[in-house]
């Protein structure tokens, strides 16, 4: 396939590990060896994912560099995986955001990561999106990104004063005390439904089991719509605190199991369900690149 220079940015993703894992073999991954890497034969596929992204930490900081840079450190420095969990790409209102953590009641917070490689065009829509279904916001930015980001914020209002900044400085180090600030609690654009749209159908069910202790007994065809009505009836902060209870069953992974998956891969194994595939990914990983 040819390169446009844009293939770099898709070898972390569960469709080229996938299709390693399946086929041995994936022709973005081929294609980004051999324009990355010097001499790739009788190198291990281990060693050229590490090597690749180093070039991504050293060339082209993309935005899966700095999500698996948080995960490292939220799920394997600052939280524990037992306690946290995280979410990647979940629909919120009209934007998707990047990252959720939910760690007790008070780190929960949905997290936008502008890279290098992006803008802030759409910032007021996502933030005022992620609003609707959680009390903290944050933004991971550059060094660079900081002052210009902070200038976009404070033009947000209220809302922009209680966005967190976190800071992924040149060393990889995140949430600096001198030039990030933590999120506060914003409750004025709280949304039922955008709450209970974050939930898969068992999960909005046992929420409300657990609040009234029954479901509609409805025709299918009206189910959602009376299981959101239901779920508009309890006071919003309870709704959010038992929705996120449901959410945070999500993705659970024991310390030994996170711990087995390299440092670069740790975002797409964790949120691609690669987990149950460790194994498989292990082997790979040993195995030697013959082009």
Same mark, same amino acid.
Do not use: W
């Given at each position: 396939?040819?390169?446009?220079?844009?293939? %770099?940015?898709?070898?972390?993703?569960?469709?080229?590990?996938?299709?390693?894992?399946?086929?041995?073999?994936?022709?973005?991954?081929? #294609?980004?060896?051999?324009?990355?890497?010097?001499?790739?034969?009788?190198?291990?596929?281990?060693? !050229?994912?590490?090597?690749?992204?180093?070039?991504?930490?050293?060339?082209?900081?993309?935005?899966?560099?700095?999500?698996?840079?948080?995960?490292?450190?939220?799920?394997?420095?600052?939280?524990?995986?037992?306690?946290?969990?995280?979410?990647?790409?979940?629909?919120?209102?009209?934007?998707?955001?990047?990252? %959720?953590?939910?760690?007790?009641?008070?780190?929960?917070?949905?997290?936008?990561?502008?890279?290098? !490689?992006?803008?802030?065009?759409?910032?007021?829509?996502?933030?005022?999106?992620?609003?609707?279904?959680?009390? @903290?916001?944050?933004?991971?930015?550059?060094?660079?990104?900081?002052?210009?980001?902070?200038?976009?914020?404070?033009?947000?209002?209220?809302?922009?004063?209680?966005?967190?900044?976190?800071?992924?400085?040149?060393?990889? /180090?995140?949430?600096?005390?001198?030039?990030?600030?933590?999120?506060?609690?914003?409750?004025? #654009?709280?949304?039922?439904? #955008?709450?209970?749209?974050?939930?898969?159908?068992?999960?909005?069910?046992?929420?409300?089991?657990?609040?009234?202790?029954?479901?509609?007994?409805?025709?299918?065809?009206?189910?959602?719509?009376?299981?959101?009505?239901?779920?508009?009836?309890? +006071?919003?902060?309870?709704?959010?605190?038992?929705?996120?209870?449901?959410? @945070?069953?999500?993705?659970?992974?024991?310390?030994?199991?996170?711990?087995?998956? +390299?440092?670069?891969?740790?975002?797409?194994?964790?949120?691609?369900?690669?987990?149950?595939?460790?194994?498989?990914?292990?082997?790979?990983?040993? /195995?030697?690149?013959?082009?």
């Amino acid at each position: 396939m040819a390169d446009d220079g844009r293939a %770099i940015h898709r070898v972390f993703t569960r469709g080229v590990v996938g299709g390693l894992l399946r086929n041995g073999t994936n022709a973005v991954f081929d #294609c980004v060896v051999h324009r990355y890497i010097d001499e790739p034969e009788n190198k291990t596929y281990g060693a !050229l994912f590490s090597e690749i992204y180093a070039h991504l930490g050293q060339e082209q900081r993309n935005e899966y560099y700095y999500m698996n840079t948080l995960l490292n450190k939220l799920l394997a420095g600052i939280h524990s995986v037992a306690t946290t969990t995280a979410l990647s790409k979940v629909r919120v209102g009209r934007a998707v955001a990047d990252f %959720i953590v939910i760690n007790g009641e008070e780190k929960i917070y949905a997290l936008e990561v502008k890279s290098e !490689l992006d803008n802030f065009d759409r910032l007021y829509d996502q933030v005022s999106s992620y609003y609707k279904a959680f009390r @903290k916001v944050s933004i991971l930015v550059s060094v660079r990104a900081l002052k210009r980001v902070e200038r976009v914020l404070s033009g947000f209002g209220a809302m922009g004063e209680g966005v967190g900044i976190h800071v992924l400085s040149d060393r990889d /180090t995140i949430f600096s005390k001198v030039h990030g600030r933590e999120p506060k609690p914003f409750d004025d #654009c709280l949304d039922h439904s #955008c709450i209970f749209n974050l939930l898969r159908k068992r999960e909005y069910e046992n929420v409300l089991l657990a609040y009234g202790g029954h479901i509609p007994q409805v025709a299918p065809v009206f189910y959602y719509r009376a299981c959101l009505a239901q779920f508009g009836q309890i +006071p919003i902060l309870t709704a959010q605190a038992l929705a996120f209870q449901e959410l @945070k069953k999500r993705n659970k992974i024991t310390k030994t199991a996170f711990e087995r998956i +390299p440092p670069e891969l740790k975002s797409v194994v964790y949120f691609s369900d690669l987990t149950k595939k460790l194994p498989d990914i292990e082997q790979l990983l040993q /195995t030697t690149y013959r082009g």
